[in-house]
């Protein structure tokens, strides 16, 4: 085996030479293989892309979207400004939540297979210690947040919720017993959150032990407000958070808002009874996401201060609710129908509705129509008290809007694997919270992106990150690297996402 070079049209290509015996010719006889050119005024050889063996190859096209939308949001400027150290790592987890939706100690084997920032690799130890860094790091936590709700927040409506989150940790203090919103005996922490509604972003969040109420937790999330200055807020808020101190705290205060009345209050049954007979008048309608909306407004008065009382009934929504509990109760008595006794394990909540007798023939059964009646009296029915909003139409969009908040807590436990904390210690815990908070202000921008342009209808997030990660990015040396062709289905989602498609190297 031996080199040739040959000049053609003033390049010198050069040729490697492989000798072989030609049994059907019987005669020695050579084979060719151009390995490259020289370079002109340095005499290297400069190599053929089929002689190129690449060094490495890497998943690119996820970096690419997560690391744009980052950049886009000035999330990325955020993280660098107050953790100079660690933004890479902090963004490279986000970008591993968001891409595997597994938990956070897989991470390692994902970064050696994916294109990271500066190509750091997260082993298992790194994250451990990059949780205790972040969960000692309070003042920049802090600093952070009060940047990040000045360039987010100051023109929206910031609704506000709160879920639990459990762990089977016994080592962390923080960790209390109280009402589980999953319906898990397990001890919990409180994760209260403010969900910008115009730009569907999360602002900020705080925890609290798990045996704290809701109600105290505004008390709590109003001073945080203040202190980052985010003086142009509405809070938008469940029947959860209603209490009289509640609203009498904000009034005096200031803040601007609107929540929901629960029907357990003498407010809320009042006037839903004030407005049965009148709210279904159609000078008083509209259509909100194709449904008929119909509404009363009422003047208040409360702690020295103006409100608005809205009601709102939606027909369909009581006509759903009632077929649906009339079908429950009857495929409850299809069930026992013929029986002579109830089933002890039976534990199913329509039995209240129902009046049972023993005969003879087996179960006698009527239905308690005081007790259903009394069931369906407020279904279709929803009554909101604010300080701030005078149009009805304008105050159910806002209150509606508040659903992104529901969705980034299911979306943070389920989505971001944020349902189990799988540390031991409360520092970990701090750390690991706010790793998911930076992981779901990009997935929530993502989200919101694939509503607007119906990718939904196509694809989920999921599907998403498995297409973009067919685009590799490959490494030809030390100095160069090559995309690979990127695909129709890459095109249309990087094009629907309004991101730069990734430029060849």
């Known amino acids: 085996m031996f080199k040739v070079e040959q000049s053609i049209n003033g390049t010198t290509y050069v040729y490697q030479v492989t000798a072989y015996w030609d049994s059907a010719k019987k005669q020695s006889r050579q084979k060719r293989v151009c390995i490259g050119k020289k370079d002109p005024r340095t005499g ?33 400027d955020a993280l660098k400004e107050h953790f100079p150290d660690t933004w890479q790592e902090i963004l490279t987890c986000a970008f591993y939540e968001i891409s595997e ?43 952070f947040f009060k940047s990040w709700a000045r360039h987010r927040a100051e023109q929206e409506y910031l609704a506000f919720d709160i879920t639990s989150v459990s762990s089977y940790s016994k080592l962390i203090e923080f960790l209390e017993y109280g009402y589980n919103r999953d319906g898990e005996d397990l001890p919990q922490i409180n994760l209260a959150m403010l969900f910008g509604e115009t730009s569907l972003l999360p602002i900020f969040y705080s925890t609290s032990q798990g045996s ?18 985010m003086k142009k ?17 904000m009034l005096k205060k200031r803040v601007k808002f609107a929540v929901s009345v629960p029907f357990t209050t003498l407010l809320a049954k009042r006037l839903v009874e004030k407005s049965r007979k009148s709210i279904c008048s159609p000078g008083k309608s509209f259509m909100l ?38 079908k429950r109760i009857m495929l409850l008595e299809q069930k026992l129908s013929g029986k002579n006794a109830i089933p002890r394990a039976m534990r199913d909540p329509c039995l209240k509705y129902l009046v049972t007798r023993h005969s003879k023939h087996g179960l006698l059964l009527h239905r308690k129509d005081q007790a259903i009646h009394d069931a369906l009296l407020y279904r279709g029915y929803v009554v909101i008290l604010s300080n701030d909003m005078r149009d009805p139409y304008d105050m159910l969009c806002v209150y509606r809007a508040k659903d992104a908040v529901e969705r980034a807590f299911d979306n943070m436990k389920n989505e ?26 990009l997935y929530s921008w993502l989200d919101k992106k694939m509503k607007e342009s119906d990718l939904y209808k196509r694809f989920t997030q999921e599907e998403v990150m498995a297409q973009l990660k067919r685009l590799k990015i490959v490494d030809l040396d030390e100095r160069r690297k090559m995309l690979t062709e990127i695909s129709k289905n890459q095109i249309y989602l990087f094009d629907h996402l309004d991101i730069a498609r990734p430029e060849p190297a």
Not at 48 to 68: E, M, T, V, W
Not at 108 to 129: A, H, M, P, V
Request: contains cysteine.
């Open 212 to 229: 704290i109420r809701d109600m105290s937790t505004l008390s709590n999330m109003i001073l945080q407000a203040e202190y980052l200055e």
């Open 44 to 76: 290297e050889l400069i190599p053929s892309k089929a002689q190129i063996r690449p060094r490495g190859c890497r998943d690119y096209g996820n970096f690419h979207l997560l690391h744009s939308i980052a950049i886009e949001l000035e999330l990325t």
């Open 416 to 441: 971001l694997d944020l349902k189990r904390l799988r540390v031991h210690s409360e520092t970990a815990m701090t750390g690991r919270t706010f790793l998911c908070f930076i992981a779901l202000i």
């Open 289 to 326: 996401n194709g449904d008929i909306i119909y509404y009363e407004k009422y003047p208040l008065h409360s702690h020295n201060s103006r409100l608005s009382a809205f009601v709102y009934y939606d027909e369909r929504h009581f006509l759903d609710s009632k077929e649906a509990l009339l």
């Open 101 to 143: 939706r597994k938990p956070l100690y897989l991470c390692e084997q994902w970064s050696e297979s994916t294109e990271t920032i500066d190509g750091i690799t997260l082993t298992s130890q790194r994250i451990s210690e990059l949780l205790q860094e972040l969960g000692k790091s309070d003042r920049e936590r802090q600093a």
């Open 233 to 249: 807020t509405r809070f938008v808020m469940d029947k959860g958070f209603y209490s009289d101190a509640n609203v009498a705290e």
